[in-house]
């Protein structure tokens, strides 16, 4: 049995890694925020600032993953002490991912930049793709925040439209290209960042099967069903000691 000295150690030590993953999720969030403003308003400085958030992104995260090692080594927290430390392992990746998606957006935004708004077309479900992914996104790491179920519950049902928006806007771009109402270039940019939103979709996902684990010590398994979407089983509806 730990002491109690062991015992308020161990607690103070997830307390810090409970506030790193809340700035770290706090960041990848304003990442893709930015990313989303400096394609939409053709701004450097938006894109500068989702750069700098990358980089902070991933400095948190080799700092989480040493702390995360650290406390598993010194503490050896078992049953959800343990499922948040895991879960915390795993997610930090792919918030990771979230800002290095983020960084990609912005990249293809300065490429982007300078042209006119008429040259570029209107892509109007990528920006529906956006809103969905970000809310997505906010979603997830809130329930993560908050130690939530239920917002999570039908995540992969929203990533089932968001991938249909995605096919969806794959075949407007043909289309415009096709026509020449976008030409080549920015269309192959859009094409990529639709993939880009598509695989953000993904990594909020991710998220929120890990928060469903951590709170009831089952990880569901996403079920492809006969049209071809998924879901993951039904979550417990009380959480696990």
Known sequence: MPTAVERKALSEALERLNENMRTMSELSVLAIRKAVQALEKGRSREADEVFTLDEEIYGLKQKIEHSCIELIALYAPVA???????????????????????????????????MSRESLGK??????????????????????????????RDIVRTDDAIDALHDEVFTELVEKMTDQSVSPRV????????????????HAVNIGLDVIYMITAQRPIKVKRQNGDSRPAPAPAAPVP
Not at 82 to 100: F, K, M, N, Q, Y
Not at 101 to 111: L, P, R, V
Not at 137 to 144: G, K, L, M, N, R
Not at 189 to 196: D, F, T
């Open 80 to 114: 959800s002490d343990l499922r948040t430390v895991t879960a915390s392992l795993e997610i930090t990746t792919d918030l990771d991912r979230i800002g290095r998606y983020s960084k990609d957006i912005a990249e293809a935004a300065e490429k982007l930049r300078g």
């Open 187 to 202: 269309g192959a940019q859009y094409i990529l960042i639709n993939r880009y939103f598509e695989r953000l979709a993904d």
């Open 123 to 152: 892509i109007g479900n990528l920006t529906r793709m956006a809103d969905m992914t970000i809310q997505m996104i906010e979603t997830s790491v809130h329930a993560f925040a908050q130690r939530q179920l239920d917002p999570v």
